[in-house]
């Protein structure tokens, strides 16, 4: 298990002092990120071998939201590789050492070149050690898109969403999902599934179905076809 130290910034927190949900993923990826920088299989060597890592789909539960100036531990876990695909786990831990969120993700490697997926050569997978699953109930990667949903105003990709791989970065898609939830919706979990990269000056055309207990946000192209299917389930206690 790889850990990384952390304590929760202004920055971070919402106007109720908790840490946001955008602040959370960008830990869960800053540690992954860190990690593979740490063991040689970073940014920089994907980019000389023209692979690199994207984030397939992920699954974050939330248990608590940690509060401004808390400490806290952020890990993360490789457990599996199979052909294209890596599996992690990652958790958001308190002082004392509980789990305050955790996550299962699935990630794909890719041929930079062509954008279509690679196998994992043997000296990339055997960089990391591997650990057992996290125990939580993993949803299905793929997200079923809901029949009845209701078109929003379109919004256009800025530079402030774009990342290394020159597309936008998977956060910022459910930043810009997060603006559809009603006031009152605190998340206790979260489902993301990518289905394909938003790109500098790409327009998001956003449909939105909202229950009394989830609300799924599908960012798409002009033609309806996703970028990427976010569903939000309401925390049951606050």
Known sequence: MYRMDARVRYSEVDEKRRIKLISILDYF???????????????????????????ASWQIVIREYPKLGEKIQVCTMPYDFKGLYGFRNMLLENEAGEVLAYANSNWIFVDTLTGKPARIPKEVAEAYELDEPYPMERAPRKIRVPEHLVEK??????????DTNHHVNNGKYVLIAEEFLPADFKVGELRVEYRKAA??????????????????VVLADQEKNP????????????
């Open 29 to 55: 990826q800053d540690c992954c990120t860190f990690q593979s920088e740490d063991v040689g299989g970073g940014i920089g060597f994907l980019q000389e071998m023209q692979r690199a890592w994207l984030l």
């Open 153 to 162: 105003r379109e919004i256009p990709v800025h530079r402030f969403c774009i």
């Open 199 to 216: 790109m500098l000056g790409d327009i998001l055309y956003p449909l939105v179905e909202e229950l009394e207990d989830k609300v799924t």
């Open 227 to 238: 970028y990427a299917i976010i569903e939000f389930f309401r925390r049951k206690s606050i």
